[in-house]
C-alpha cells in the first residue's frame, strides 16, 4: 500500500509526527504553506465563529458580498430569545467602493441597520479588501455608537496571515469592550461564565442544567445563545470556564489580568472529561453542598449512560478512527471518547494545536499514531488510506475528502445539528458512530471491494 509519506511537502515534514519512531518533536504555530491547500481558514472566519452567537447583536460585514454569504448559518448557535445573529449583513463593497472608499457606505448601512433591528450592540468586521483600501473603521463606528447611543465595535479581522487564531485574537479584543460596562449586583459568589462554547445543538442548555443542579449560577454565556447585558457584567462572576483551545482563552487572560477572575480550561465531550469539568469545579468553590449534588448529578447520569455505551463497544471495540479538528484541545476528549467506546485512533491532527497539545496528544495515544499540524486534503487522503481507518471525524471541508476515500464521517465541528456535548452528549456521539461505522454500504466501497484490510464490519 502507498504510504502517506510520498505525498507529504517537503517544507512540512516537520509538522508531522509518528508515535514511535522518534522523540517526540513536532513544529507548529508556522503560517500555511503557500499553495498546500490548508484545512485553515481566514481572519474573518476566526472571528465571526466566536462573535456571531451574540443573538441579540448586530452583525455587520464590511467587505464583498461573498464573505457575508459564506457566514450565512454557517453554525448552529441555537438562541433561547432573539435570532438576529441569522441575519448576516454585508455593506456589499464594488468596484467604485474599493477605488473612492467604503466609509460612508459603512456609515449609512450601520445607521439603517441600526434603526431597523434595534441591536443591543453592533459588531462590525473588517474583511481582506478593507485592509487594502485602509477605511477607518474605528472612526466611523464611534460615529454611529454616538449617534444612536448603541456600543458599535469594530473588528479588525482581515487578512489570511495567522488564520482563525489571529480572529480569535481579535474577537476576544471585541468582547472585552463590552466587559465590565453592566451591573454586577446581586451575583452569587458560586457562579461562573461559560466560555468557548457555541450552543451548536443546545447543548449550552444541557451545561447550564448541570450547573443549575449543582447549585452554581452561570453570569454570561460566551458566547453560544449570548447576550450583549450579560456579557456586560460578566466580570462578576467568580471564575471563568475555557472549553475551546483557542477561540476565548484571549479574554479570559484579559479578565483574569483586569478583574482577578481565575479561569479554568474544561472539556464537556465525553464521560472522563465531562465528569472532571463538573468536580473541578466543585472543587473550585470548595463548598461541601455543591460537591454532594455533583456526586449526585454524575452518579445519576451515569447510571443511565453506561449500560447503553456498553452495548455499543461489543460492536464498535476494534475499529480505527482519523480525527481532524479546529482546536487540539478538543482532540483530547474525542481520543479518550473513542477508547472508552473500544476503537482505536490512529491518526489525530488540528489547525490551531500548540507544542503543548500536540505533547499531551503523544502522551494519550498509542504508538503508530500520526499527529498532524495544519494538515492539507492531499495528507489526510494518504493518511486515511495508509491507516485504513472506519471513520474520520471532522467538519464541514473534512467531509468531502472522507466520502470521497470511501470512509464513514461524524461532524463534530459547528455544522452539526445533534448535541455532542455532555451525558446525553456522548450517547448521542456513540450512537452516531455506531450507525456510521457499521453501514454496510462500506463494504461496496471500491478500496474495500478491492482487497482493503476490511475494518468495516461484514
Given at each position: 500500500m502507498k504510504t502517506a509519506s510520498a505525498v507529504i511537502f517537503e517544507e512540512r515534514k516537520d509538522q508531522i509526527y509518528r508515535k514511535g519512531d522518534a522523540p517526540f518533536d513536532i513544529a507548529c504555530?508556522?503560517?500555511?504553506?503557500?499553495?498546500?491547500?490548508?484545512?485553515?481558514?481566514?481572519?474573518?472566519?476566526?472571528?465571526?465563529?466566536?462573535?456571531?452567537?451574540?443573538?441579540?447583536?448586530?452583525?455587520?460585514?464590511?467587505?464583498?458580498?461573498?464573505?457575508?454569504?459564506?457566514?450565512?448559518?454557517?453554525?448552529?448557535?441555537?438562541?433561547?430569545?432573539?435570532?438576529?445573529?441569522?441575519?448576516?449583513?454585508?455593506?456589499?463593497?464594488?468596484?467604485?467602493?474599493?477605488?473612492?472608499?467604503?466609509?460612508?457606505?459603512l456609515y449609512l448601512a450601520l445607521t439603517e441597520l441600526i434603526d431597523r433591528h434595534n441591536p443591543k450592540a453592533a459588531f462590525v468586521y473588517s474583511t481582506c479588501i478593507v485592509g487594502l483600501i485602509g477605511d477607518d473603521l474605528d472612526s466611523v463606528c464611534a460615529r454611529v455608537s454616538k449617534e444612536k447611543d448603541v456600543s458599535v465595535i469594530p473588528v479588525q479581522s482581515e487578512g489570511?496571515?495567522?488564520?482563525?487564531?489571529?480572529?480569535?485574537?481579535?474577537?476576544?479584543?471585541?468582547?472585552?469592550?463590552?466587559?465590565?460596562?453592566?451591573?454586577?449586583?446581586?451575583?452569587?459568589?458560586y457562579s461562573l461564565n461559560i466560555m468557548g462554547d457555541f450552543n451548536l445543538a443546545g447543548e449550552i442548555w444541557i451545561i447550564r442544567d448541570y450547573f443549575k443542579r449543582m447549585g452554581i449560577e452561570v453570569v454570561a454565556n460566551i458566547t453560544g445563545d449570548g447576550r450583549v447585558d450579560d456579557i456586560r457584567r460578566a466580570h462578576g462572576a467568580a471564575l471563568n470556564l475555557v472549553q475551546c483551545s483557542g477561540s476565548t482563552l484571549d479574554l479570559a487572560k484579559m479578565m483574569e489580568q483586569s478583574y482577578d477572575i481565575p479561569y479554568m480550561r474544561v472539556s464537556y465531550c465525553g464521560v472522563e472529561d465531562m465528569t472532571e469539568s463538573l468536580y473541578a469545579v466543585a472543587r473550585f468553590f470548595g463548598d461541601l453542598r455543591i460537591m454532594e449534588r455533583t456526586e449526585k448529578l454524575v452518579k445519576e447520569e451515569l447510571s443511565v449512560l453506561y449500560p447503553k455505551l456498553r452495548e455499543y463497544r461489543k460492536v464498535l471495540a476494534g475499529k480505527r478512527a482519523a480525527i481532524y479538528v479546529g482546536g487540539a484541545f478538543k482532540a483530547f476528549s474525542m481520543v479518550k471518547t473513542l477508547r472508552l467506546l473500544g476503537m482505536k485512533?490512529?491518526?489525530?491532527?488540528?489547525?490551531?494545536?500548540?507544542?503543548?497539545?500536540?505533547?499531551?496528544?503523544?502522551?494519550?495515544?498509542?504508538?503508530?499514531?500520526?499527529?498532524?499540524?495544519?494538515?492539507?486534503?492531499?495528507?489526510?487522503?494518504?493518511?486515511?488510506?495508509?491507516?485504513?481507518v472506519d471513520i474520520f471525524i471532522g467538519g464541514v471541508k473534512e467531509r468531502p475528502i472522507a466520502y470521497k476515500m470511501g470512509v464513514g464521517f461524524c461532524d463534530h465541528n459547528h455544522e452539526r445539528k445533534e448535541a455532542l456535548e455532555g451525558f446525553s452528549g456522548m450517547l448521542n456521539f456513540a450512537r452516531e458512530v455506531h450507525s456510521t461505522v457499521m453501514s454496510p454500504v462500506w463494504r461496496f466501497v471500491p478500496r474495500r471491494a478491492e482487497g482493503g484490510t476490511g475494518n468495516a464490519n461484514n
Open positions: 504555530n508556522k503560517e500555511s504553506l503557500a499553495g498546500a491547500v490548508s484545512q485553515r481558514a481566514c481572519v474573518f472566519c476566526g472571528s465571526r465563529v466566536v462573535l456571531y452567537p451574540i443573538a441579540d447583536a448586530l452583525h455587520l460585514i464590511h467587505g464583498p458580498v461573498g464573505c457575508a454569504v459564506y457566514t450565512w448559518d454557517i453554525r448552529g448557535a441555537l438562541s433561547s430569545g432573539r435570532q438576529l445573529h441569522r441575519l448576516s449583513f454585508s455593506t456589499d463593497l464594488q468596484e467604485k467602493d474599493v477605488i473612492f472608499g467604503g466609509e460612508e457606505k489570511f496571515r495567522g488564520n482563525k487564531r489571529a480572529g480569535y485574537e481579535a474577537a476576544c479584543k471585541a468582547l472585552f469592550r463590552l466587559v465590565g460596562t453592566g451591573d454586577t449586583n446581586n451575583i452569587s459568589p485512533v490512529v491518526m489525530v491532527g488540528s489547525q490551531t494545536g500548540t507544542r503543548e497539545d500536540y505533547l499531551e496528544l503523544e502522551e494519550i495515544t498509542d504508538d503508530g499514531t500520526i499527529i498532524v499540524d495544519d494538515a492539507n486534503p492531499l495528507e489526510l487522503s494518504a493518511f486515511i488510506k495508509e491507516k485504513d
